[in-house]
């Protein structure tokens, strides 16, 4: 503040209790700072010169970025939210019996390698420890029926895997997904999901094993078994 010749107000204070004085303050020193500017046109000018020295340091193209999957976002892929549309694969036969984490899987298992197909890239990434069979959360790797899945992250072997292997470690799984990307866990982030997860939520009845009837889909089997 001494080398501008500026003083905030509310420096080493605490901040005004009531709201409007808070926004009062807040927009006088925001005001302050840019009157600097306005002020000093050589500071302008090298942070306008600093700016442009980023941003041509940015690249056009980075090698082994994945997540270039053509013009359409996978967000907009109907194919892998039309429940109707599904294959038969996905649904179980009147009396048969089939517990959630298969469907789980199955689901999974058909998102990821359509996504894979036509988008070349994972609509999720999982990460499991010791459990990634029973809980079926493997699917999400899987092959479905011919169409090839992301199989097992490896940093050497499959770097584009879509099932990441953890330690039994909650807060090492959270953070993995946080910050996975690039095929690499801890670039970047992957990809907003949230749109995705509110419409799944929309098809929340589709994680359970269904049938198909001429009346109605209906889940396969009344008791859950876990």
């Known amino acids: 503040m001494t ?13 005004p209790a009531d709201p409007l004085e808070l926004q ?11 009157g600097v500017l306005r002020r000093d046109e050589a500071t302008v000018d090298w ?14 193209e980075i090698d082994g970025f994945r997540l270039d999957g053509g013009s359409e976002p996978l967000s907009s892929d109907s194919r892998l939210f039309d429940f109707e549309a599904y294959p038969e694969q996905l649904w179980k036969k009147p009396g048969d019996k089939a517990p959630n984490r298969a469907a789980l899987g199955a689901w999974g298992s058909y998102v990821n390698a359509e996504a894979k197909r036509s988008h070349g890239r994972p609509l999720f990434i999982a990460c499991s420890a010791d ?3 029973s809980t079926n959360i493997s699917g999400f790797a899987a092959d ?46 992957l990809h907003p999901v949230r749109r995705i997860l509110g419409r799944l939520l929309d098809l929340r009845r589709l994680l359970l094993p269904q049938v198909r009837t001429d009346a109605a889909v209906q889940p396969a089997c009344s008791k859950t078994v876990s």
């Open 131 to 133: 459990l990634a069979e």
């Open 144 to 189: 479905f029926g011919d169409l090839p899945g992301f199989g097992w992250y490896e940093r050497d072997e499959n770097p584009t895997g879509a099932l990441l292997p953890t330690e039994i470690t909650e807060f090492a799984k959270r953070r993995s997904l946080d910050r996975s990307g690039n095929g690499q866990p801890g670039d970047r982030p």
């Open 47 to 60: 942070l306008s010169e600093r700016l442009l020295t980023i941003a041509a340091s940015v690249p056009n």
């Open 24 to 34: 009062a303050q807040a927009e006088a020193n925001l005001r302050m700072a840019v």
């Open 3 to 15: 080398r501008y010749g500026v003083e905030y107000a509310g420096v080493d204070e605490l901040a």
